[in-house]
């Protein structure tokens, strides 16, 4: 069974920053696509990464300030969050696919991004 957990979000400053995390597991995850989404804005994917690393894509709010990566030797997703504003505010899924039509486990949690003074 397709499962991604999402971790590392929390409370923080504007202007500061995280680092989210998302292990894969149930699938060959070095044979997707995958992208980070958030809840409650349009479009909520954020970013995208290829399957091997080479090529990323953001949305234009957060190009220069977010940076997509992965380990497909640990099948894992991160996305580096820097200099982070309130409208970053957001629950935070992993998806696989590319741009808009990344799709979230069957079972997605999430994790929480909260940017408050």
């Known amino acids: 069974q397709v499962q991604l957990v999402e971790s590392g979000g929390g409370l923080v400053q504007p202007g500061g920053s995280l680092r989210l995390s998302c292990a894969a597991s149930?699938?060959?995850?070095?044979?997707?696509?995958m992208s980070w989404v958030r809840r409650g804005s349009w479009p909520n994917w954020v970013a995208s990464i290829s399957?091997?690393?080479?090529?990323?894509t953001y949305i234009d709010a957060v190009k220069g300030r977010f940076n997509i990566t992965r380990d497909n030797v640990d099948a894992t997703l991160y996305l580096q969050m820097n200099n982070l504003k309130s409208a970053d505010t957001s629950e935070y899924y992993c998806?696989?696919?590319w741009g808009v039509g990344a799709i979230t486990g069957p079972n997605a949690q999430g994790t929480q991004v909260t940017v408050s003074s």
């Open positions: 998806a696989r696919g």
């Open positions: 149930g699938f060959t995850f070095k044979d997707y696509d």
């Open positions: 399957r091997d690393g080479s090529r990323t």
